[in-house]
């Protein structure tokens, strides 16, 4: 503190932050002056480069790498103040995946990271929004001096986006709705850490309102808007039209001849009957799947804007009592 400070100056210190604690019996600072603390690039640059460092190694299925992204993101969770949803009073979920035959090349294990705000409003606290991505890659490969297969976009960035607006949401009174955050493991090998939340879910299905799977948005797509990011089967609900009208810079997905919307971990809960849509940037840049898939080709100004715009939204959509619907002919069949 300046020197000279009286009372009056501390006085002021004391009321910039009040701490209340709210209905689920977790201290949260109310913010003044803003309505919560805004998304940085500071904040996504940090938790990009480890999830998408050397040092990760690619972060591979079912390997020890996957695991301590897991725990990474669970550390986060735990200084912001969620509530842990994994094994032992953690945040992170080990999932033992079944082995099919003496062929059988699939991990043997996989991990979850997951926790929840729990709601404060006496009823719509059951009502569950879920905010989710993968943290697993193609880890390292071959003898080529890059061997890294980093998965800067695909999908630390994702993870990144969801660890931020867990920071952002947990930093001030708890929403109405209860807000579960997900991070899958394995979904690049065949979407065991989804399979597994399917089987085993911390709330009854049918208690989640909207589910948003966010897939590679470090990059900007060129067919679409600058600092915009596409919903995959935007024309399947009623999701992506009221995201955007309360400020989600959000168009349909312009490449539906690459049925992305049945390429990621919402495709599980959408056959469940969720409302469960992959959000995105890709534009089929040459990168993915390859070890330029780096920190060196993020756009960090993109992506800090990307979920920046998505604050607001997912906000309301945690404060409202609007409930997204499958048009006629949008929900997927269960089979498929």
């Given at each position: 503190?300046?020197?000279?400070a009286?009372?009056?100056?501390?006085?002021?210190a004391?009321?910039?932050?009040?701490?209340?604690?709210?209905?689920?019996?977790?201290?949260?600072?109310?913010?003044?002056?803003s309505?919560?603390?805004?998304?940085?690039?500071a904040?996504?640059?940090?938790?990009?480069?480890?999830?998408?460092?050397?040092?990760?190694?690619?972060?591979?299925?079912g390997?020890?790498?996957?695991?301590?992204?897991?725990?990474?993101?669970?550390?986060q969770?735990?200084?912001?103040?969620?509530?842990?949803?994994?094994?032992?009073?953690?945040?992170?979920?080990?999932?033992?995946?079944?082995?099919?035959?003496?062929?059988?090349?699939r991990?043997?294990?996989?991990?979850?990271?997951?926790?929840?705000?729990?709601?404060?409003?006496?009823?719509?606290?059951?009502?569950?929004?879920?905010l989710?991505?993968?943290?697993?890659?193609?880890?390292?490969?071959?003898?080529?001096?890059?061997?890294?297969y980093?998965?800067?976009?695909?999908?630390?960035?994702?993870?990144?986006?969801?660890?931020?607006?867990?920071?952002?949401?947990?930093?001030?009174?708890?929403?109405?709705?209860?807000?579960?955050?997900?991070?899958?493991?394995?979904?690049?090998?065949?979407?065991?850490?989804?399979?597994?939340?399917?089987e085993?879910?911390?709330?009854?299905?049918?208690?989640?309102?909207?589910n948003?799977?966010?897939?590679?948005?470090?990059?900007?797509d060129?067919?679409?808007p600058?600092?915009?990011?596409?919903?995959?089967?935007?024309?399947?609900?009623?999701?992506?039209?009221?995201?955007?009208?309360?400020?989600?810079?959000?168009?349909?997905?312009?490449?539906?001849?690459?049925?992305?919307?049945?390429?990621?971990?919402?495709?599980?809960?959408?056959?469940?009957?969720?409302?469960?849509?992959?959000?995105?940037?890709?534009?089929?840049?040459?990168?993915?799947?390859?070890?330029?898939?780096?920190?060196?080709?993020?756009?960090?100004?993109?992506?800090?804007?990307?979920?920046?715009s998505?604050?607001?939204?997912?906000?309301?959509?945690?404060?409202?009592?609007?409930?997204?619907?499958?048009?006629?002919?949008?929900?997927?069949?269960?089979?498929?």
């Amino acid at each position: 503190m300046r020197r000279g400070a009286g009372p009056l100056f501390r006085l002021g210190a004391v009321l910039a932050l009040v701490v209340c604690v709210d209905v689920s019996g977790r201290a949260a600072p109310q913010w003044f002056g803003s309505r919560r603390p805004r998304v940085t690039e500071a904040s996504i640059r940090g938790h990009m480069e480890m999830l998408a460092g050397d040092a990760m190694n690619g972060r591979a299925s079912g390997t020890r790498d996957e695991w301590l992204a897991a725990v990474y993101i669970g550390s986060q969770l735990r200084g912001w103040g969620l509530t842990p949803l994994g094994d032992d009073g953690g945040f992170v979920q080990t999932v033992e995946i079944p082995q099919e035959g003496g062929n059988d090349r699939r991990p043997v294990r996989t991990w979850n990271a997951i926790g929840k705000i729990e709601g404060r409003h006496p009823t719509r606290r059951r009502e569950v929004i879920l905010l989710s991505a993968h943290l697993d890659h193609l880890g390292a490969r071959g003898n080529a001096d890059d061997r890294i297969y980093n998965g800067a976009d695909d999908d630390a960035s994702g993870s990144t986006a969801v660890l931020e607006f867990a920071r952002v949401l947990a930093s001030g009174s708890a929403p109405e709705r209860t807000v579960i955050f997900v991070w899958f493991g394995s979904e690049e090998v065949g979407g065991f850490g989804a399979a597994h939340f399917l089987e085993h879910p911390p709330v009854p299905l049918p208690s989640i309102v909207a589910n948003l799977e966010f897939e590679m948005i470090g990059r900007p797509d060129p067919l679409v808007p600058p600092r915009t990011a596409w919903l995959a089967g935007y024309e399947r609900t009623t999701l992506g039209p009221a995201l955007a009208a309360h400020g989600a810079r959000l168009v349909a997905d312009p490449h539906p001849e690459q049925k992305f919307f049945q390429r990621s971990d919402n495709i599980a809960l959408a056959r469940r009957g969720v409302v469960a849509q992959g959000l995105s940037s890709y534009g089929l840049h040459p990168q993915y799947h390859t070890p330029q898939d780096d920190l060196a080709h993020i756009d960090f100004v993109h992506m800090t804007a990307i979920i920046q715009s998505l604050v607001a939204p997912i906000e309301w959509l945690a404060n409202s009592s609007f409930v997204p619907a499958w048009r006629p002919g949008g929900r997927p069949n269960p089979s498929r």
